[in-house]
């Protein structure tokens, strides 16, 4: 079993900072890619950023400059802070990691349950 749990979302006013983080636990013999997606009410899932083993990002041209995205492999947590946020930041972030299992000999791709950013003046 293998689980993905994000924390640290919230409101917060426009121009403000928040960081939400994400931990993988479970029967994990390796992680690879983690990334962060976000969906807002009447829109696709999009990619935010992610983030390689080697620590090489990427990121969507609409967070870049603002957000960064990094990661701790001795946790197995990945996180993103997020700074000058928009009303348009507001969303769900889901956090995503590829993952071998002990056992097992693919990876596969894992995503959590999903944390609420608003940003409201």
């Known amino acids: 079993q293998v689980q993905l749990v994000e924390s640290g979302g919230g409101l917060v006013q426009p121009g403000g900072s928040l960081r939400v983080s994400c931990a993988a636990s479970?029967?994990?013999?390796?992680?690879?890619?983690m990334g962060w997606y976000r969906q807002a009410p009447g829109n696709e899932r999009e990619l935010v950023a992610t983030i390689t083993r080697g620590g090489g990002t990427n990121y969507a041209d609409s967070v870049k400059d603002r957000f960064t995205i990094s990661r701790d492999d001795d946790k197995r947590m990945v996180y993103l802070q997020m700074n000058n946020l928009k009303p348009e930041d507001t969303a769900v972030y889901y956090c995503?990691?590829?993952?071998?299992?002990?056992?097992?000999?693919?990876?596969?791709?894992?995503w959590g349950q999903g944390t609420q950013v608003t940003v409201s003046s």
């Open positions: 479970g029967s994990i013999l390796s992680v690879n890619d």
């Open positions: 995503t990691a590829r993952i071998i299992k002990w056992g097992e000999n693919y990876w596969h791709d894992y």
